[in-house]
């Protein structure tokens, strides 16, 4: 079995989808600054170009724009980055979409935008570009889930489910990819001060600014652990909170949150 790869800049680009803003933008911005030339997706093509000359003379940022619910334009970009500027050793899968949702009011276009982007969107990056790594024998990729996959939140049942599917499918990848040389790793932040989070009406505990949650991830891709998450204290808070019998996990998140019934269903397998 090959030893799961641990990228070095010397080995290759890294190529960060959502670059564009938020999270992505500061972890191709570190990435650039910790010495890989970074390859950025996201659709608002400007905003990469803004980018990439932000780091000129200090690194390379190369924008490659595309949207990642259109599988084939994605295979297109990670071809042509590939051809220009060498094998993507690093990839950091984290374009997605958070929009709070009713739980009583179901808006199917909602879930199925956020699945489109969050899901699909990662699994057409991982087709473009994890066959190739296991072709190479070499390779590193962080799924952005987050913390709201752990379980259900108010508010959270299109994103929450989403990031759930994500998690599953970062485990159940790295079974084969791993012995193939490439490592999967899952990202789950708590909550980082960015665009998308700039909506929340709620207190929003143990909020991070983009920049040290950027560190954090590239830190992360460093280690070995397969789950990189922050702030700690937050993630083991629900971590630990999803151990409780559902009777239990709901009751609390439900009063903690101001959100749902505060007792859940009658019945619980947990
Ligand atoms: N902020 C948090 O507290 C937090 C916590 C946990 C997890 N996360 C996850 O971190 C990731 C980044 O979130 P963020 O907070 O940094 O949000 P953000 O600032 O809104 O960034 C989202 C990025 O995704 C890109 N994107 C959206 N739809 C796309 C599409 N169809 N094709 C290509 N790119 C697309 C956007 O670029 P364009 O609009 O230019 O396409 C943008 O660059 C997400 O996966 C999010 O779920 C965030």
């Given at each position: 079995m090959s030893i799961p790869c641990r990228a070095r800049p010397q080995d290759g680009i890294a190529w960060v989808t959502g670059?564009?803003?938020?999270i992505g933008r500061a972890a191709a911005l570190e990435l650039a600054r910790r010495g890989y030339t970074v390859a950025v997706t996201a659709r608002r093509a400007p905003e990469l170009a803004a980018l990439a000359n932000e780091v000129k003379g200090r690194g390379r940022i190369v924008p490659a724009p595309?949207?990642?619910?259109d599988a084939e334009s994605l295979r297109a970009a990670v071809e042509a980055v590939e051809a220009a500027h060498?094998?993507?050793?690093?990839?950091?899968l984290n374009a997605g979409l958070y929009v709070p949702v009713s739980g009583t009011d179901i808006d199917v276009s909602v879930y199925r935008r956020t699945f489109d982007v969050n899901v699909m969107g990662t699994v057409h990056a991982l087709a473009a570009v994890l066959p190739r790594m296991a072709a190479r024998g070499r390779g590193q990729i962080g799924i952005n889930a987050s913390v709201a996959g752990y379980g259900g939140l108010p508010r959270a049942a299109a994103y929450g489910a989403s990031k759930a599917a994500l998690i599953n499918m970062a485990q159940a990848l790295s079974f084969d990819a791993n012995p193939a040389g490439v490592t999967i790793q899952v990202v789950n932040p708590g909550f980082v001060e960015t665009p998308a989070t700039s909506v929340n009406e709620f207190p929003m505990p143990f909020i991070i600014p983009v920049d040290e949650a950027a560190r954090r991830v590239a830190d992360g891709f460093e280690k070995s652990g397969f789950e990189i998450t922050f702030p700690r204290r937050f993630a083991y808070i629900l971590k630990a909170l999803n151990l409780l019998p559902y009777r239990a996990y709901l009751a609390l998140v439900g009063r903690s949150t101001g959100g749902a019934s505060s007792d859940g269903p009658g019945s619980s397998t947990r």
């Open positions: 670059a564009s803003s938020g595309a949207d990642v619910t060498g094998p993507i050793v690093l990839a950091f």
